[in-house]
């Protein structure tokens, strides 16, 4: 069965970093398009960045441009999030997900697109 294993989350103050990684258990998924969403209690789930499988395009929501980027090592099969200059407001429990339906050329922003997901993991910015 298809994983993808979130690491990385946990307890930070405001202004710290924090590295998350999302390792697939298939080598298939080294060459998927990748995205990174988070979700805060009350809020629906949305698109913090997404990375494409083939020539590593990347985007990353506009409010957090600048502190977040996204990257990935698929020899390792795996994709990053490095989270810079964290704020309480970034507190949420956050999901990688694969698009594997869908040409690995670009990169996805609709939610809809992706059809695997990682069973989340939290991070909690403290103020």
């Known amino acids: 069965q298809v994983q993808l294993v979130e690491s990385g989350g946990g307890l930070v103050q405001a202004g710290g970093s924090l590295r998350l990684s999302c390792a697939a258990s298939?080598?298939?998924?080294?060459?998927?398009?990748m995205g990174w969403f988070r979700q805060a209690p009350g809020k629906e789930r949305e698109l913090v960045a997404a990375i494409s499988g083939i020539g590593g395009s990347t985007y990353v929501a506009n409010s957090l441009r600048g502190r977040f980027t996204v990257s990935r090592d698929n020899a390792k099969d795996t994709v990053y999030l490095q989270m810079n200059s964290l704020k309480p407001e970034d507190t949420a429990v956050y999901y990688c997900a694969a698009v594997t339906r869908r040409t690995s050329s670009y990169y996805y922003t609709l939610r809809q697109d992706y059809d695997y997901w990682g069973q989340g993991t939290q991070v909690t910015v403290s103020s």
């Open positions: 298939e080598r298939t998924f080294s060459s998927s398009s």
